[in-house]
């Protein structure tokens, strides 16, 4: 019912910047939040930043000062600023959403990811 599609991965030097983008599609009647999860080989999938949909912020410790994220609703888009990278940034990120969606006249909410943008970034 709800697809995240992400973009704007890639490789890049330490101390360079990348913008990420995860754009929902689908029958979305609200999306709550969305937000972005990453994963290093060999680690767990972490929380990386979110914002709600009243456009409030938040940032996993790591990520604070160098990391922005925002949001379009009106195409409901959500982006991830990435800033002064450094080489422990290198995973796959995930975008993650919230979404309230229509069926048949009734509501349902969902929690939804993207497949997923590969981050590497060259010390």
């Known amino acids: 019912q709800v697809q995240l599609v992400e973009s704007g991965g890639g490789l890049v030097q330490a101390g360079g910047s990348l913008r990420l983008s995860c754009a929902a599609s689908?029958?979305?009647?609200?999306?709550?939040?969305m937000g972005w999860y990453r994963q290093a080989p060999g680690k767990e999938r972490e929380w990386v930043a979110e914002?709600?949909?009243?456009?409030?912020?938040n940032y996993a410790d790591s990520v604070k000062g160098r990391f922005t994220v925002s949001r379009d609703n009106a195409n409901n888009t959500v982006y991830l600023q990435m800033s002064s990278l450094k080489s422990e940034d290198t995973a796959v990120y995930y975008c993650?959403?919230?979404?309230?969606?229509?069926?048949?006249?009734?509501?349902?909410?969902?929690?939804?990811w993207g497949q997923g943008t590969q981050v590497t970034v060259s010390s």
């Open positions: 914002t709600t949909s009243g456009l409030l912020t």
């Open positions: 993650n959403a919230d979404v309230t969606y229509g069926r048949g006249g009734i509501y349902y909410s969902d929690n939804y």
């Open positions: 689908g029958s979305i009647f609200r999306i709550n939040f």
